[in-house]
């Protein structure tokens, strides 16, 4: 099954979110709400039932766009 655009455009936006240095993190963590928001009301589902049920799809989507690991925010 294919994986739904507005799902896609989460993880894009929060992949950006963890990537981005501390001047850009307001805006992209506004975009990243913008498309949960968008994603949540598509499916009619709240924005956190859908967060919780994509946050595991994140990884999968990271190695199937070839995406660069994200740096380790603990060290």
Known sequence: MARPKSI??????????????????????????????????EFGVSEAMLEATVARDFGVWMKQEKMPKLPDQNR
């Open 8 to 41: 896609a455009a989460i993880h894009e936006a929060k992949y950006e979110l963890r990537f981005c240095n501390g001047a850009e993190k307001a805006q992209r963590l506004k975009d990243y709400k913008s498309a949960l928001a968008v994603a949540a009301k």
